[in-house]
């Protein structure tokens, strides 16, 4: 028989092979670095439950183990954050390398300075990718990876995307354009970085607005099922948004 992680320790042929720490606060730290798979058992736990005070135990445990993967979603973010603005500061770079050819190309190490900075971008882009789908599932499947990243970067955490209203999703990255609004006056600005999206791009100019509300709705119910429930919509929500944005398109 398989072993299988509980809370207070690994069980195997029906029993107790290895016990985790009497301290709830320890144990949850064992529980969570430990590579076992996590089983659920016919018997009630309490029956091989090696220690006084069952409920209370179990309480404490799994407060610590709730911190225990807040802390560690914060930190997997962080490293997506930093990734992100990594991606986008190399892309600059290249662009910049690119736009000086004539200039630069006289140099020995042009080439090879370009060469090298497009294989650390894909490296960076391949990494953001990886790290978004395991983060954000249901947002990575709506937008792409990269475009999930960028708007998770730009919020500063998954969590504060999560609940932004639809509105301000839907301008985020255009601050710049609405501080002048607000200012000077100009213009209101309709989209920020979710300009960028294919949605936005695939249909008519006088269509954008419309589809931008429609997709930054989207994007806050995305992120929500993503911070709050890992439950896997992210097809489902992009297939509704297609259908949604055809109708719109459809309309004289």
């Known amino acids: 028989m398989r072993k299988l992680k509980?809370?207070?320790g690994i069980l195997e042929d029906k029993k107790l092979v290895e016990r985790?720490?009497?301290?709830p606060e320890e144990a949850a730290k064992q529980y969570f670095e430990s590579k076992v798979n996590p089983g659920i058992l016919e018997e009630e736990l309490?029956?091989?439950f090696p220690y006084k005070n069952f409920q209370k135990w179990m309480n404490e445990f799994g407060i610590a183990l709730i911190k225990l993967k807040l802390k560690n979603r914060e930190k997997s973010e962080e490293k997506l954050i930093l990734s992100s603005r990594t991606l986008n500061e190399l892309n600059h770079i290249i662009n910049v390398l690119k736009n000086r050819e004539k200039i630069l190309m006289n140099y020995e190490t042009y080439k090879k300075t370009l060469e090298n900075a497009e294989k650390l971008k894909e490296k960076v882009e391949n990494k953001v990718k990886e790290d978004v789908k395991k983060i954000a599932k249901n947002?990575?499947?709506l937008l792409g990876p990269i475009l999930a990243a960028d708007l998770i970067a730009k919020a500063k955490g998954l969590k504060n995307l999560s609940i932004?209203?639809?509105?301000?999703?839907?301008i985020l990255g255009a601050e710049r354009s609405l501080f002048k609004y607000l200012k000077e006056k100009q213009k209101i600005p309709k989209y920020g970085m979710i300009f960028k999206s294919e949605f936005i791009q695939g249909v008519k100019k006088e269509d954008r607005g419309k589809v931008a509300r429609l997709l930054s709705a989207k994007i806050m119910l995305a992120a929500r099922?993503?911070?709050?429930?890992k439950e896997n919509k992210g097809e489902e929500i992009r297939e509704e948004l297609i259908k949604e944005i055809k109708k719109i398109s459809q309309r004289k």
């Open 6 to 8: 509980l809370p207070f």
């Open 164 to 170: 932004m209203p639809a509105s301000k999703i839907q």
């Open 46 to 48: 309490e029956k091989i």
């Open 139 to 141: 947002l990575s499947t």
């Open 20 to 23: 985790f720490s009497k301290n």
């Open 225 to 229: 099922l993503d911070y709050f429930s």
